[in-house]
Nanobody, 126 residues
Framework: QVQLVESGGGLVQVGGSLRLSCAAS????????MGWFRQAPGKEREFVAG????????YYADSVKGRFTISRDNAKNTVYLQMNSLKPEDTAVYYC???????????????????WGQGTQVTVSS
């Protein structure tokens, strides 16, 4: 059973930065693509960024492209989301998720992800 635990959220001012981490249990973490999603109050959960199992491919939502960077350290079973130039519209609960299929490139829809973390709150104040 895989467990995902996010950390690093908090309150930050407009233009600031945060780095989210997602620590995964299990010995096969490196075989799965990982994704970050977010859900703002009153809105549906949306894709933010994804990274392939090897880390060689990444994909970003247009709204965060150029500001956010996803990365992974397979030796530490951890995936990261570096968030720079934060805006009020980035305020949301951020979730990491694991692809259900091994050795796949980035998946941008929620369906193929079978394990989710509990979420970490990011609040950007203006």
């Amino acid at each position: 059973q895989v467990q995902l635990v996010e950390s690093g959220g908090g309150l930050v001012q407009v233009g600031g930065s945060l780095r989210l981490s997602c620590a995964a249990s299990g010995r096969t973490f490196s075989m799965y693509a990982m994704g970050w999603f977010r859900q703002a109050p009153g809105k549906e959960r949306e894709f933010v960024a994804g990274i392939s199992w090897s880390g060689s491919s990444t994909y970003y939502a247009d709204s965060v492209k150029g500001r956010f960077t996803i990365s992974r350290d397979n030796a530490k079973n951890t995936v990261y989301l570096q968030m720079n130039s934060l805006k009020p519209e980035d305020t949301a609960v951020y979730y990491c998720a694991k692809d259900i299929t091994t050795l796949r490139r980035v998946v941008t829809t929620q369906g193929p992800y079978d394990h989710w973390g509990q979420g970490t709150q990011v609040t950007v104040s203006s």
